[in-house]
């Protein structure tokens, strides 16, 4: 290798790296999603007052921690059992502070196949996923690649990111945020859909699986959960949110929702902080105003259910007080 060639090889290799590093920060910076969660980092890093509720799941979660005084919104877009278990674990083990209520999502679409295989936004997940240990309990050595991508190639393949972050700069240009709250989309109405089950069996299609409706990884940190809350004397209520007729006709055809209940249901009884299910996901059936899309609450339906669940976890304790 002639030492002319050689230099135009160093020349050529620096170049990639430094164009990749330039595309890596700028899709770190522009992407809302990171954007969305490192706000609600710091909102968890700075929150003072008494930590009764902690909410975990994925955007499904919609409480508003205005009216549900005293929590902390810690859902994030697509999250997962297997992230929100390893979140968990942080805050437990390195913050100091403590939830009296976890409350955590439990939709039909938050045990499949699907929900498990996603590792979107690896890029601020790396700061609490211990991929090693993921990597082996699922028996999948590629699962370190998605370190590799969150570390150094974050906007591989993360081109719906960058789509998505153009239109809520367009829709939504002003992010609003208190305890990890921010309002659910509202530029459309899903009562306005002139196909509302089409919409719906396109989305439930998406994110529910029938081959694998309890895929054994989410089983695994779903048992996980509920150990770190037992020792932690944390109580868990497992939510099932709202959903439209539609989304969740679609899905049932694709889960055997009872089952799957049943099975989960077992585990969490072996836990001995586990508070009970709180199962609305029929409770706005006759109301698709209140929906954004066939299975995300709006602002006025996130509002109206917030100060439902509040009524019932106020009601639940004043009977566990009583001794009922």
């Known amino acids: 290798m002639s030492s002319r060639f050689r230099n135009r090889l160093i020349m050529f290799a620096a170049i990639l790296i430094a164009v990749n590093l330039i595309l890596d920060q700028a899709f770190k910076r522009f992407s809302v999603h990171n954007y969305v969660n490192e706000k609600m980092d710091e909102q968890f890093a700075a ?3 008494t930590l009764k509720y902690l909410a975990m799941g994925n955007s499904h979660n919609c ?8 929590c902390f919104n810690y859902g994030s877009p697509s999250e997962n059992y297997i992230q929100s278990y390893y979140k968990l ?17 439990s939709d039909v679409s938050s045990y499949g196949s699907k929900i498990s295989d996603r590792y979107e936004y690896n890029s601020y997940w790396i700061k609490y996923i211990d991929y090693m240990e993921l990597a082996r309990v699922k028996q999948d050595r590629d699962i370190l690649f998605k370190w590799a991508e969150g570390k150094f190639f974050s906007y591989a393949g993360n081109y719906k990111d960058i789509q998505l972050s153009i239109v809520y700069s367009i829709k939504m240009p002003k992010l609003e945020m ?88 077992k585990i969490a009884a072996g836990c001995s902080t586990y508070w009970g299910t709180l199962d609305y996901h029929d409770l706005y059936f006759d109301h698709p105003e209140y929906f954004f899309d066939p299975d995300h609450l709006n602002v006025k339906g996130s ?13 639940k304790e004043a009977l566990v007080a009583a001794g009922h």
């Not at 674990?89 to 999502?105: F, N, R, V």
Request: hydrophobic letters at 35%.
């Open 89 to 105: 674990k942080h805050i437990l083990e390195e913050t100091g502070k403590k939830p009296e209520y976890l409350l955590l999502q």
């Open 178 to 265: 208190h305890n990890g709250y921010r309002p659910h989309r509202d530029f459309k109405n899903f009562a306005n859909d002139l196909n509302k089950q089409k919409s719906a069996w396109n989305k439930a299609q998406l994110i529910n699986t029938a081959d694998v409706y309890f895929d054994p990884a989410i089983k695994y940190y779903l048992k996980k959960i509920l150990d770190i809350c037992q020792e932690h004397n944390v109580k868990v209520v497992l939510i099932r949110y709202p959903l439209t007729r539609e989304f969740s006709e679609e899905e049932r055809k694709i889960v055997p929702a009872d089952k799957l209940f049943a099975e989960i249901d």
């Open 63 to 70: 409480i508003n921690t205005h009216i549900l005084e005293n």
């Open 303 to 315: 509002d109206l259910f917030t100060a439902r669940l509040q009524q019932d976890l106020e009601a």
């Open 47 to 49: 929150y003072d007052d």
